[in-house]
């Protein structure tokens, strides 16, 4: 059974930093792009930021590229969302999912083309 799970998410006032985890099992993932995407309430599901499956290129939604970093260790099924200097705008349930057999799908921003994902986890960011 394919399965991804996220966590660290929690509580912070803004400014602050948080590092989301995503522990994937049920399948090899190392030809997969791996992504992280949101949801704020009352808004879709949006693309956050996308990895390669060698972890040296990234993609980013513009709103968070200079203050997010997406990473993996491919030798234990991780990737890794550190957030940086948190705004309110920020607060969301943050999403992992995974792009199968793409190696260099990074830019893929549609969360139709992304098969497997995890439950969430809260990020809320106080003013």
């Known amino acids: 059974q394919v399965k991804l799970v996220e966590s660290g998410g929690g509580l912070v006032e803004a400014g602050n930093s948080l590092r989301l985890s995503c522990a994937a099992s049920?399948?090899?993932?190392?030809?997969?792009?791996l992504g992280w995407f949101r949801q704020a309430p009352g808004k879709e599901r949006e693309f956050v930021a996308a990895i390669s499956t060698s972890g040296l290129s990234a993609f980013y939604t513009n709103s968070v590229k200079t203050r997010f970093i997406i990473s993996r260790d491919n030798n234990n099924n991780m990737s890794y969302l550190q957030m940086n200097n948190l705004s309110p705008e920020d607060t969301a349930v943050y999403f992992c999912?995974?792009?199968?057999?793409?190696?260099?799908?990074?830019?893929?921003?549609?969360?139709?083309?992304?098969?497997?994902w995890g439950q969430g986890t809260q990020v809320t960011v106080s003013s």
């Open positions: 049920g399948r090899t993932f190392i030809n997969d792009t």
């Open positions: 999912a995974a792009l199968p057999d793409r190696p260099y799908g990074y830019h893929e921003t549609r969360r139709g083309e992304y098969k497997f």
